[in-house]
């Protein structure tokens, strides 16, 4: 069994845990800096779930819960990473609406509640790569509008806006896969990144 750490200072991670538990995951919540520590002292971190919420009060809350620095390090040191909406915002290394950035581990810029105020939640079908057609929710959610490096695999993209990216071991989506039945997303994380890296 792979165990999976999901930050759990904000947001959606109760839904994250759902459905990484329903894959066969091993799934723990990280609500402060000694649920890292000692699941990193006990090898007992595969992975990393950065959920939705509300990303100014995530950065916020992780910095002063002491677990910022490592944090970056985990994934700068390779650690596999599922970001979703404000998680993306928080791995992005910068965020062209706001002069906050995070974590800057992901070579991308995004753009904050991207969609306005009137469109502000939708869901769309939508091809992902490696995937397949995946019905995606959008809450108030961020797009990736310039990437950074090219290598930077992009995954999908709706009306033109780059929604869903890789690079090496992160992955990050504008939407909400956790929101949905459909645990592909999750397999995929899991199968490809987690245990294929
Ligand atoms: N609008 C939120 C933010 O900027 C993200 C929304 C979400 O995670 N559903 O952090």
Do not use: W
């Not at 939705?52 to 944090?71: A, N």
Request: some cysteine; charged content about 20%.
């Amino acid at each position: 069994k792979v165990s999976i750490g999901i930050l759990a200072v904000q947001g959606a991670f109760a839904e994250h845990q759902a459905m990484l538990d329903g894959l066969g995951a091993d799934t723990f919540l990280i609500r402060q800096k000694k649920d890292l520590e000692e699941a990193v002292q006990n090898g007992g971190l595969q992975g990393i779930v950065l959920p939705g919420g509300e990303s100014t009060v995530q950065g916020k809350l992780l910095r002063d819960l002491g677990m910022y620095d490592q944090l970056k390090e985990l994934i700068e040191a390779g650690t596999p990473v599922l970001a979703t909406c404000a998680g993306l915002i928080l791995l992005a290394e910068r965020v062209s609406n706001d002069d906050r950035a995070y974590l800057k581990t992901l070579p991308v810029s995004v753009k904050r509640n991207a969609y306005g105020r009137q469109l502000g939640s939708f869901v769309t079908d939508a091809e992902i790569a490696h995937i397949g057609t995946y019905r995606m929710n959008f809450i108030r959610a961020p797009y990736i509008d310039e990437i950074l490096n090219p290598q930077v695999e992009t995954l999908a993209i709706v009306d033109g806006n780059t929604v869903a990216v890789r690079y090496k071991n992160q992955l990050a989506l504008s939407f909400h896969p956790e929101v949905s039945e459909d645990a592909r997303v999750h397999a995929y994380f899991l199968n490809e990144i987690v245990q294929g890296v």
